[in-house]
């Protein structure tokens, strides 16, 4: 079996609009975490039904998110996602592109405030070392473009030595947890001071 590839880039809008649905995404997630699995498997696992996961599987295949995996049998075929991560562009010159990534960006937002509520809601039933060890903060920084691109580069070398334990669980030390780190970072438009335009 071959290595799977870090990331897949999406450029093609239509791609861009069709991953922004939220069971799109979903999926797409739930293959690199679980995968594979079956359709049948997807609609446990999401509550959608599976001739849902089914449609919504195929869309993502049509665009080389995910594909079938070997084994299986008839409609209980195997799915895998293709790469560990999905890259698309941060700006288009392209204004189909630019408005297709806008919206996969929202899409991507509204998903990531859903998954902190229900890790907020539920925060209390983890074990207290897991409560002190878990992050709720923000910071206000002033950068320039430059600075602000370095500091993302830096945050991702950090990141990248335990990278390989998603792909082998042998790598992963005992206790260790599925942990979410979300990295978001954007101009913050202040409400001008007094006398100021």
């Known amino acids: ?56 599987l195929r869309i993502l295949a049509k665009y080389g998110l995910v594909e079938e995996a070997p084994g299986g049998k008839g409609r209980e075929k195997p799915w895998r996602a293709t790469a560990r991560y999905t890259e698309w562009p941060d700006h288009s010159e392209d204004p189909a592109v630019a408005q297709a990534a806008d919206a996969l960006n929202m899409a991507m937002a509204e998903q990531y405030f859903e998954r902190i509520v ?29 600075e602000l691109e370095e500091l993302g580069e830096r945050m991702a070398e ?13 790598l992963r030390p005992e206790g260790a947890q599925p942990v979410a780190l979300l990295r978001l970072a954007f101009v913050e438009r202040l409400p001008p001071a007094d006398g100021e335009d």
Not at 32 to 52: H, K, M
Not at 125 to 138: C, G, I, Y
Not at 158 to 170: I, M, N, S, V
């Open 1 to 56: 079996m071959t290595e799977q590839p870090r990331s897949i880039q999406l450029t093609d809008p239509r791609a861009l609009r069709a991953y922004a649905h939220p069971t799109r995404m979903t999926l797409v997630g739930l293959l690199r975490r679980e995968g594979p699995f079956t359709a049948t498997r997807a609609a446990e696992l999401t509550g959608e039904s599976v001739a849902s996961c089914s449609y919504h």
């Open 118 to 146: 229900r890790a907020v809601e539920r925060r209390h039933t983890l074990p207290t070392e897991w409560q002190r060890a878990e992050e709720f903060s923000d910071a206000l920084v002033h950068l320039t473009p430059a």
């Open 158 to 170: 950090l990141l990248r030595p335990y990278e390989e334990r998603e792909a082998d669980p042998a």
